[in-house]
């Protein structure tokens, strides 16, 4: 299967700050996921992005695929930001999602 | 449109009691995938279908897992006897059809969490 490491595994950031989530992955994939798994458990998409850049409000996200990596931003953090961040990766021909041990994030007011 | 929405969220039984837990995907996505989620392992792919065809139970731990999809709006896993290191939160989580080359995103059910005494 394929490899998925994030970094850093922990972080904790005062309200406000920003912050860079990394995710590197050991093959080529086709898809690229990544999810916000709040204090609840809920897994919660946050993009779709096997290559380039998107924004979605204070989060954006780049997958630059030809050298395995793909990095989560994250701006004016709020305390609803916390949770832990996972990252996903998926290679053809299979169907099957690796994720990352994921990055556990605290907010702090 | 409603998401995927499994039952029960919690689950608390006995060691040896059959569980079954249940999953309705979003109406329309061809894919309806199983995951389990533990704090030793992380999240795991358990068994996916497409078209409510078992397509990779590679993951399954065990003959006591088994994992049926009758129609495209319903599927379950069930766990029979059950055992302690079955606790776990199960995910359900299903996704459209894409291209040849192209997948399209997973969505996930809110989850069953599940302690086996």
């Known amino acids: 299967g394929i490899q998925v490491e994030q970094s850093p595994p922990d972080l904790i950031l005062q309200e406000g700050a920003n912050s860079t989530l990394r995710c590197n992955f050991s093959d080529s994939v086709n898809n690229l996921q990544w999810f916000h798994q709040n204090p609840w458990g809920q897994l919660i998409n946050l993009f779709y992005i096997p290559s380039g850049t998107k924004q979605n409000g204070r989060l954006s996200a780049t997958t630059v695929a030809t050298e395995r990596y793909s990095l989560l931003y994250i701006s004016s953090s709020q305390t609803t930001d916390s949770g832990v961040y996972f990252c996903a990766v998926l290679k053809f021909p299979g169907n099957q999602f690796y994720f990352g041990t994921g990055t556990s994030l605290t907010v702090i007011p | 449109d409603a998401g995927v929405i499994q039952s029960p969220r919690h689950e608390v039984t006995e060691m040896g009691q059959e569980v079954t837990l249940r999953c309705k995907p979003i109406s329309g996505h061809d894919y309806l995938f199983w995951y389990r989620q533990t704090m030793m392992r992380g999240l795991e792919l358990l068994i996916y279908?497409?078209?409510?065809?078992?397509?990779?139970d590679s993951g399954m731990p065990e003959d006591r897992f088994s994992a049926k999809m009758p129609n495209a709006s319903f599927s379950t896993l069930k766990i029979q006897p059950s055992e302690p290191r079955d606790s776990a939160v199960y995910f359900c989580?299903?996704?459209?059809?894409?291209?040849?080359?192209?997948?399209?995103?997973?969505?996930f059910g809110d989850g069953t969490r599940l302690s086996i005494l």
């Open positions: 279908f497409n078209n409510n065809v078992p397509i990779d």
């Open positions: 989580a299903s996704s459209p059809r894409g291209s040849a080359y192209s997948n399209q995103p997973q969505h």
